[in-house]
């Protein structure tokens, strides 16, 4: 099966050199001394066979993201009780997640980080196991209960906010700024949605930010300087595929730039925020297609069904209905 | 390769004496000689890989089916249990646990692949907000009267959380390096 696809060969190479640079982010683990693997040599000539191994790797690769899938979803379904009990008992539903597991430090003033949550938005600002929290947002941490007055503090900050954390590292004071989220399940709490059991952190939803349907093999590139010339847009996220059947009128190629006004600034960034939706929701989309910039609005498809697998073909893509509203006079 | 940062070689020779139990999940090292050894004929055995890849994880899939019910046992010990008791021991709940190294395998990964594809990353940021929830609530507990059933209950939890994510990050590593 021959791929074709409407981008340049010059901008291929450049994604599958960014591929090739998450590879080596991963080396990063290993061993000084252990050489790399040899780049594969280029195919002299397309094998008959080609177009079998392709769809054979692609089927593969779709099992493989399903089992994950699986194993994702089956994780948090059991766990949710045990954690909606203790949410429920600690009175703490809803409330904007700082990832971090605290204690009193021994001998002296302050909360000592025990566990960072992999991930999490401490972990993502830098604050790391050890570290010693003497202060939250200027307010010093004193008394005998540091932990406690982390949490309480924290009650009264919002999702999404940033969080001052000042914190003494091998004795050194160092500052960091934290983006703190919301639980899961805040959203559709928060959005009211109607007809669904709410328990203390929200309605009983597939568990977290996890979406099936069009979007499951949609793909994204944070944009960075090179391909941003390439397409038109200095910021915004990229979108190498685009979701199923034509799902929110996106298409190969298409820069988004702001999601209802919240712009992405990577993959993960734009995941999350689309995951905030929930079925049937309208969203407006600004995007950058072919150098232009345009508004869409679009409704958030169902995450139910699993897409057909699609080669990555624009001509393959379905009939894209009229559903631009505007279209701007700043051409880029 | 040369590094200013670490001129004799000491750091290297550190990380290369690192037990393998450091190296999980799965053996990277044995992934990466894996993945060298299979360069002349990369599709075949990528398919061939990715297969593997997916037998394991639906085996880990029967087993976390399985242990609903070793979870479902231990939240009727949780509701159950009396208010007795002193005062939490975290020394007690992360035995409860121990996902160090997969932790630390995590956090030597890239923020995100270079292409990420939607459906994957969505179940990694899920599991990974629900590990901060837990985490959050630990800190809560913690500092409260809390009983050590409920905390280990909950460490347990996130034990298998963090398990789970290794996996998929795994699985979404292990599918972006077969492009």
Redesign the interface.
């Given at each position: 099966m021959k791929q074709t696809h409407s981008f340049s060969p010059w901008i291929l190479c450049t994604?599958?050199a960014?591929?090739?640079?998450?590879?080596t982010?991963?080396h990063?683990?290993?061993?000084?001394?252990?050489p790399p693997?040899?780049a594969?040599p280029p195919p002299a000539a397309a094998r008959p066979d080609?177009g079998d191994?392709?769809a054979?790797?692609a089927?593969?690769?779709i099992?493989?993201?399903e089992?994950?899938?699986?194993?994702?979803?089956?994780?948090?379904q059991?766990?949710r009780?045990?954690?909606e009990?203790?949410?429920a008992?600690?009175g703490?539903p809803g409330?904007a997640?700082?990832?971090?597991?605290?204690?009193g430090a021994a001998g002296a003033a302050g909360a000592r980080v025990?566990?960072?949550?992999?991930?999490?938005?401490a972990?993502?600002a830098g604050i790391h196991a050890g570290d010693v929290i003497v202060a939250l947002n200027g307010t010093a941490l004193a008394g005998e209960?540091p932990?406690?007055q982390?949490?309480d503090l924290?009650r009264d900050v919002k999702p999404d906010s940033k969080v001052n954390v000042r914190v003494l590292r091998d004795g050194k004071p160092r500052d960091f700024t934290v983006t703190v989220?919301s639980?899961?399940g805040y959203f559709a709490r928060a959005h009211g949605m109607p007809d669904l059991e709410l328990g203390p952190?929200g309605p009983l939803l597939p568990?977290?930010?996890?979406?099936?349907g069009p979007?499951?093999?949609?793909?994204?590139?944070?944009l960075t300087p090179q391909l941003g010339r390439y397409f038109g847009a200095d910021k915004g996220v990229l979108v190498?595929r685009a979701?199923a059947k034509g799902a929110m009128q996106l298409e190969d190629g298409d820069v988004i730039l702001a999601i209802d006004g919240r712009q992405p600034v990577?993959?993960?960034h734009?995941?999350?925020i689309?995951?905030s939706y929930q079925p049937g929701e309208k969203l407006n989309l600004r995007i950058v297609r072919e150098h232009k910039t345009l508004e869409l609005q679009a409704t958030m498809p169902a995450r139910g069904a699993l897409p057909e697998h699609r080669p990555h073909d624009a001509a393959a893509l379905p009939e894209r209905p009229e559903v631009i509203l505007q279209q701007h006079s700043d051409e880029t | 390769?040369h590094?200013e940062s670490?001129p004799e070689?000491d750091?290297?020779r550190a990380?290369?004496a690192l037990p393998a139990d450091d190296?999980r999940p799965y053996d990277?090292?044995e992934f990466?000689r894996r993945?060298?050894r299979a360069?002349?004929a990369?599709?075949?055995i990528?398919?061939g890989a990715?297969?593997a890849?997916?037998l394991a994880?639906?085996g880990?899939?029967v087993w976390?089916?399985v242990?609903?019910q070793r979870?479902a046992n231990?939240?009727t010990a949780?509701?159950h249990a009396d208010d007795a008791g002193g005062a939490p021991s975290?020394q007690a709940t992360a035995a409860a646990g121990e996902p160090r190294a997969a932790?630390r395998?995590?956090?030597?990964?890239?923020?995100?692949?270079?292409?990420?594809?939607?459906?994957?990353?969505?179940?990694?940021?899920?599991?990974?907000?629900?590990?901060?929830?837990?985490?959050?609530?630990?800190?809560?507990?913690?500092?409260?009267r809390?009983q050590a059933v409920?905390l280990i209950?909950?460490q347990r939890?996130r034990a298998?959380?963090?398990?789970?994510?290794e996996?998929?990050r795994y699985?979404?590593?292990?599918?972006?390096?077969?492009?």
């Open positions: 994604l599958v960014l591929g090739s640079g998450a590879a982010g991963t990063a683990a290993q061993p000084q001394g252990t693997p040899a594969p080609d191994l392709d054979q790797l089927a593969a690769r099992k493989l993201e089992a994950a899938h699986e194993v994702a979803e089956l994780s948090v059991m766990g009780p045990l954690i009990k203790f949410a008992l600690a703490e409330r997640i700082l990832g971090l597991q605290l204690e025990r566990e960072v949550s992999p991930g999490g938005p972990a993502e209960q932990a406690r982390v949490m924290m989220r639980g899961p952190l568990p977290g930010l996890m979406m099936r979007f499951m093999d949609m793909e994204l590139v944070t190498v979701p990577s993959g993960s734009a995941t999350r689309l995951a | 390769m590094n670490d070689g750091v290297a990380l290369a190296a990277w090292h990466q993945r060298a360069v002349p990369r599709r075949v990528g398919a990715l297969a890849a997916v994880l639906a880990v899939a976390v089916r242990d609903q979870a231990l939240m949780v509701t975290w932790e395998w995590l956090a030597s990964l890239p923020g995100e692949p270079a292409i990420v594809r939607v459906g994957t990353r969505a179940d990694v940021l899920g599991l990974e907000d629900h590990i901060a929830q837990v985490d959050d609530l630990l800190s809560a507990a913690g500092t409260g809390a409920h209950a909950l939890q298998r959380l963090v398990s789970s994510l996996q998929v699985a979404e590593t292990l599918a972006d390096e077969s492009r």
